[in-house]
T-cell receptor, first 115, second 110 residues
Framework: DTAVSQTPKYLVTQMGNDKSIKCEQN?????MYWYKQDSKKFLKIMFS???????INETVPNRFSPKSPDKAHLNLHINSLELGDSAVYFC??????????????FGAGSRLTVL | KQEVTQIPAALSVPEGENLVLNCSFT??????LQWFRQDPGKGLTSLLL?????REQTSGRLNASLDKSSGRSTLYIAASQPGDSATYLC?????????FGTGTRLQVFP
C-alpha cells in the first residue's frame, strides 16, 4: 500500500498549457511538501502545508498554485507552463510541522516535460 | 541562507570497500540532519535522521555522524555492495524545511 502517491508519473505538454499534479498520503501525517528536482538533480522545496495551512512558499512564481483540500492531499496546479518548468516534482509528507525528529516520506515523483 | 555541499560528487568502487561520504553546511542552527538515498528514476528513501543533540546514528551497515558546530556530517557505508549504488543526499533541517545537498552518486561494481 503506497504511503505517498503522486499522479501522473509522467506528463508531457506544450508551453502555455495548464496542468495539475496530485498527491495523496495515507500515513496520517499533518504536513505535506512539494519539492522540485531540476535537470542537475538539485532538489529544492517549493511549498509546505500543515493541516491545510500554507507554511512555506519558497519564492515560487505565482503560476504555481498548491491546493490542500484536506491534510491527506496536496495538489499542484501550474498555469501557463514554460520550458523551464520541466523537472521532476516530488511530493513528501512528515508527521508534523517542524524538523525535530520528523522523517520525510517521499512519493515516486512526477516527471513534467514542457515542449 | 543554508548552503549544503557534498563531496565527492561521484564515487565508483569495487564491492567490499568501506566508504565515507561527506556533507558540509553553512548554517549550524539546525534541528536535525537526514540522509536519503535516491535510485535512478525513483523517489527518495530516508536512511538516517540525526537530531541536533545527537552525534551519530546507525542502521545496519550505515553510520552517520554529525558535528553541528563545524557544519559537517559523514555517512559511513561498511562493506559496500552493488545494491548500494544510488545517489546519496544529505539534508540539514531548519524550522520547517530541509535543504538538500547536490548529492554523491555512488556506483559499487562486483
Amino acid at each position: 500500500d503506497t504511503a505517498v502517491s503522486q499522479t501522473p508519473k509522467y506528463l508531457v505538454t506544450q508551453m502555455g498549457n495548464d496542468k495539475s499534479i496530485k498527491c495523496e498520503q495515507n500515513l496520517g501525517h499533518d504536513t505535506m511538501y512539494w519539492y522540485k528536482q531540476d535537470s542537475k538533480k538539485f532538489l529544492k522545496i517549493m511549498f509546505s502545508y500543515n493541516n491545510k495551512e500554507l507554511i512555506i512558499n519558497e519564492t515560487v512564481p505565482n503560476r504555481f498554485s498548491p491546493k490542500s483540500p484536506d491534510k491527506a492531499h496536496l495538489n499542484l496546479h501550474i498555469n501557463s507552463l514554460e520550458l523551464g518548468d520541466s523537472a521532476v516534482y516530488f511530493c513528501a509528507s512528515s508527521q508534523n510541522r517542524g524538523s525535530g525528529a520528523n522523517v520525510l516520506t517521499f512519493g515516486a515523483g512526477s516527471r513534467l516535460t514542457v515542449l | 541562507k543554508q548552503e549544503v555541499t557534498q563531496i565527492p560528487a561521484a564515487l565508483s568502487v569495487p564491492e567490499g570497500e568501506n566508504l565515507v561520504l561527506n556533507c558540509s553546511f553553512t548554517d549550524s542552527a539546525i534541528y536535525n540532519l537526514q540522509w536519503f538515498r535516491q535510485d535512478p528514476g525513483k523517489g527518495l528513501t530516508s536512511l538516517l535522521l540525526i537530531q541536533s543533540s545527537q552525534r551519530e546514528q546507525t542502521s545496519g551497515r550505515l553510520n552517520a555522524s554529525l558535528d553541528k558546530s563545524s557544519g559537517r556530517s559523514t555517512l559511513y557505508i561498511a562493506a559496500s555492495q552493488p545494491g548500494d549504488s544510488a545517489t546519496y543526499l544529505c539534508a540539514p533541517g531548519g524550522t520547517d524545511k530541509l535543504i538538500f545537498g547536490t548529492g554523491t552518486r555512488l556506483q559499487v561494481f562486483p
